[in-house]
């Protein structure tokens, strides 16, 4: 059995030729940084069972969840160098690497989960996946972690000016500094693990998070509501070395792309599907749960004009994609 793990592209190029077939079976090894509970290891889970189902067994993806191969900056860096095979990373890590990929977040571009997964398989999104090639990696599929809301601790949101001066945590990008500057917070940039702590204590008032993380951080003890904003998605990249992906033959790299698209609509409405039993869940924890007004997301749409316009102005690839997003609508 080839193992491609720690031996990066020069030994997978030489185990495989484009036309050889099935010669031996291959273990590729993917590890991602969340616990088994969350979307992005559902998607490894259904990705793996269709790779092995496509290729009759001939094709095993080991997986390591929950940080065993590194964090998400080095689970990036291995699968860049060779020394890990797969990951499945935020994309929000990645817009480091490749600006473009700031158009997956950009507020109220794709408006609802059914939307996401439309354009997830779009050549428009390929289009911006494709460009890791030129720092060693293929982007093979996008995926879900769970639609973003706010979270706050004295009240929810029902104005615009409700979110004036609120210390609301970030992450350190300059989109979501951009994002949140936009409509009056005093966006504070904080490690994600010093997040609940920062709400006990009064350091933050807010922060912008899906449900899935306020259930399994336990965030409702220190914060009781939620407003429902939807305001972007939290998608993670499916990513290959390019060398091992190379170094495979035509029929294994396209039982991998396969795969990889063909599971993203059932794992994207599966998050869906999740978040409505997460409302009552948190809601029997005694979280107040408040839909966005019509009035409150048509504030936000008009605030997030010109963030939209700086992105898309700053790259075709955005541009294009974010066409794209809006004549589905």
């Known amino acids: 059995m080839k193992t491609f793990t720690k031996i990066g592209g020069l030994l997978a190029g030489l185990a495989l030729t484009a036309s050889s077939a099935f010669a031996d079976p291959v273990t590729l090894t993917l590890g991602h940084a969340v616990f088994k509970t969350h979307p992005f290891h559902d998607a490894a889970e259904r990705f793996a069972k269709a790779v092995d189902e496509k290729s009759d067994g001939e094709i095993k993806i080991d997986i ?35 600006p473009a990929v700031d158009a997956f977040q950009l507020p109220y571009v794709m408006s609802d989960y059914d939307d996401f997964a439309r354009m997830a398989v779009s050549p428009e999104a390929q289009a911006i996946m494709d460009e890791l090639k030129g720092h060693g990696m293929i982007g093979l599929g996008l995926y879900e972690g769970g639609q973003r809301n706010f979270l706050s601790t004295e009240k929810p949101i029902k104005d615009l000016s409700d979110f004036k001066g609120l210390k609301t945590r970030v992450a350190p990008s300059e989109l979501f500094l951009d994002i949140w500057k936009a409509v009056g917070v005093n966006p504070t940039p904080m490690a994600y693990g010093e997040v609940y702590s920062g709400l006990e204590t009064g350091t933050i008032d807010a922060v912008e998070i899906n449900l899935t993380s306020i259930q399994s951080e336990g ?14 998605f939290w998608p993670g990249m499916m990513l290959i070395n390019k060398d091992v992906f190379d170094g495979l033959t035509a029929d294994q790299q396209k039982i991998l792309r396969d795969a990889a698209r063909e599971v993203v609509k059932p794992q994207v409405m599966a998050v869906k599907a999740y978040d409505e039993e997460l409302k009552t869940k948190l809601a029997d924890e005694g979280v107040t749960i408040t839909e966005a007004s019509d009035t409150l997301k048509s504030q936000l749409h008009e605030a997030w004009a010109p963030v939209i316009k700086k992105y898309t102005d700053r790259d075709p690839l955005i541009a294009d994609f974010v066409k794209a997003a809006e004549a589905g609508h």
């Open 64 to 98: 390591y969840p929950a940080r065993q191969m590194g964090d998400v900056k080095e689970l990036m860096e291995g699968v860049q160098m060779g020394t890990l095979d797969m990951t499945i990373n935020s994309s929000s890590a990645l817009s480091t690497l490749d």
């Open 219 to 232: 965030l409702y003890d220190a914060a009781k509501n939620v407003t429902m904003t939807g305001h972007y």
